[in-house]
Structure formats: structure tokens, C-alpha cells
């Protein structure tokens, strides 16, 4: 299944300055890489900008030209992280079609897993903080994707987006809340998964896609 790719871009989050010549968007993604990185080493709430500009080898004042702190390098890691997840599924899902809700669901949670797995700095910041301790410089770590959301409806509105057709016969505002009840519900399971097994507990992540498909199909269209 394909989709625009505008409706693949990210919604409006904190004000930073976007990069536009190639070498500002070499260094705004080292930053970032090395953002992620240092997360997997030290953790968000040991994480500075200092370290991450000195990993990243650039001056602290090229860090600050993109991102106001620490905060907002966290936002923007959490938002190329969204970015990236759903360009991924967007692609699961075109190998995979025909596809239904329930296919959608374990597509979704499969590439959650695949990047929780491989992708360096994603167990501290998925979508948002991964980690219940706010780290210090962080204010309001419920909207680093969005300002005017919270992270999980934020994401729910991305992948109501994605699926399309998938969530066209129900009404967008119940959907939009079933996303996020069932979101909320797939990452307190993902992380009893990946608490005490770096791979995930295949039973547990078995039983998240089994939770999460039993709660959407009990939804009823209302549009």
C-alpha cells in the first residue's frame, strides 16, 4: 500500500532550524546519529549537548544553530525516529498487500520490534521518552512530537493517516482515540518484553499484537 508522502511528513513539533544546504544536513544528521548512540551508552538523563556535539565532532555553537537544548534534540530525534518507522511500515505494508486491520496491527507491531532491535538509541527514545525518569533540560517530554498533542496521539494520527482506507468506515475523532488507547496499551506490553530480554520475549510481543487486534476489532464504525 503506498501513500503521499506528504501525509508522511511530520506534524509541526518544537521551532528549530530545518537544514537546507547538504553540509548543514550532513551535520544535523550526525547530530542526531550520535544523539542516538550516546542514548544506548549513558541514557537520556545522562545525555548533554556537549557530549553529543563532541561525539558528533562539531563546535557546541553548530549544535545550538539546530537545536535550542537538549529538549529539542530530543524531539528531533523522536520525530526522524516516527519518520523512519512509518516510511518502513509504509513499505511492509506494500509487500504485504491485500491487507486488513488485523494485518496492519502485526505489521505495525513487527516493525516497532525490528527497529527496538537494531536501531541504535531507540530503547531510550522511541516516539518519546522510553524511559518513566524525565531527564533534567526536559519540560515537557508528553509533546516532543507535537506541541499542540501528546506523543501517542500524535503517532495515532500518523498511522490513521497511513492506513488510509483501512480506518475509513469508522468516524476520525473514535479512531483517532482508539489508536492511542491501543498504543498505550502495545508499549506498556513492549516494554514488560523488552525488560528483561534485549531481543524482546517473543510470547509477550505474541500477546501485544493478540491485545491490540482484539481492541481495535471491538471498535464499531460510527461514520
Known amino acids: ?5 506528504r501525509s508522511l511528513q511530520h506534524s509541526p513539533g518544537p521551532a528549530r532550524r530545518r537544514p537546507v544546504q547538504q553540509r548543514s544536513q550532513e551535520r544535523y544528521g550526525r547530530i542526531l546519529d550520535a544523539c542516538a548512540g550516546l542514548l544506548d551508552e549513558v541514557g537520556a538523563t545522562a545525555l548533554t549537548t556537549k557530549e553529543v556535539a563532541q561525539r558528533a565532532e562539531v563546535p557546541i555553537g553548530t549544535l545550538y544553530q539546530f537545536f535550542a537544548g537538549k ?25 504485504s498487500a491485500p491487507i486488513g486491520p488485523a494485518g496492519f496491527t502485526d505489521l505495525a507491531v513487527e516493525e516497532f520490534v525490528a527497529m527496538k532491535r537494531a536501531v541504535p538509541g531507540f530503547g531510550q527514545v522511541d516516539f518519546g521518552l522510553a524511559d518513566a525518569a524525565v531527564p533534567s533540560g526536559v519540560r515537557d517530554e508528553t509533546h516532543l512530537l507535537d506541541s499542540g498533542v501528546d506523543n501517542n ?19 476520525p475523532a473514535a479512531t483517532t482515540l482508539a489508536l492511542r488507547v491501543a498504543l498505550e496499551a502495545a508499549d506498556a506490553v513492549l516494554k514488560l518484553a523488552f525488560r528483561g530480554d534485549p531481543q524482546g520475549d517473543p510470547a509477550l510481543i505474541t500477546e501485544c499484537k493478540r491485545l491490540v487486534r482484539g481492541y481495535l476489532a471491538q471498535q464499531p464504525p460510527t461514520g
Open 1 to 5: 500500500m503506498s501513500v503521499d508522502a
Open 71 to 95: 529538549e529539542d534534540l530530543l524531539a528531533a530525534l523522536a520525530t526522524r525516529n516516527l519518520d523512519r518507522y512509518l516510511q518502513r511500515l509504509d513499505a511492509r505494508m506494500a509487500r
Open 153 to 171: 496521539t500524535a503517532v495515532a494520527l500518523r498511522l490513521q493517516a497511513l492506513g488510509g482506507e483501512l480506518f475509513a468506515a469508522g468516524d
